[in-house]
């Protein structure tokens, strides 16, 4: 099993920035994981975000995200991040790491990631 911890979440004003981040532990084969971030706020289904390839190389955005948040891991660990700016009260969401182990990534459907972090709270205020 694979698990995800994510951090870096909480209470931010409009306008502002905040850096979320999310480290893979458990399996590693010594192999890398296609991640991405997800949110989801009550009563909805969960919201495609970002992704990054297991490479690093290829990024995508959700429309929600484009413009204004960057996703990008290091270079050798299943370590990814989401550099949020210029958030928006709109931004406001339980943030959820995730990762392909089994699958591929083809249009950001929540049903290709295998694992899941349990979310960290973002709060934009106004």
């Known amino acids: 099993q694979v698990q995800l911890v994510e951090s870096g979440g909480g209470l931010v004003r409009s306008g502002g920035s905040l850096r979320l981040s999310c480290a893979a532990s458990?399996?590693?084969?010594?192999?890398?994981?296609?991640m991405g971030w997800f949110r989801r706020t009550p009563g909805n289904e969960r919201e495609f975000v970002a992704h990054?390839?297991?490479?690093?190389?290829?990024?995508y955005y959700g429309d929600s995200a484009a413009g204004r948040f960057t996703i990008s891991r290091d270079g050798t660990e299943n370590r990814i991040y989401l550099q949020m700016d210029n958030l928006k009260p709109e931004d406001t969401a339980v943030y959820y790491c995730?990762?392909?182990?089994?699958?591929?990534?083809?249009?950001?459907?929540?049903?290709?990631?295998?694992?899941w972090g349990q979310g960290t709270q973002v709060t934009v205020s106004s």
């Open positions: 995730a990762a392909i182990v089994h699958g591929r990534f083809t249009t950001g459907r929540s049903t290709e990631y295998d694992y």
């Open positions: 458990g399996r590693t084969v010594g192999g890398r994981y296609a």
């Open positions: 990054i390839t297991w490479s690093g190389d290829s990024t």
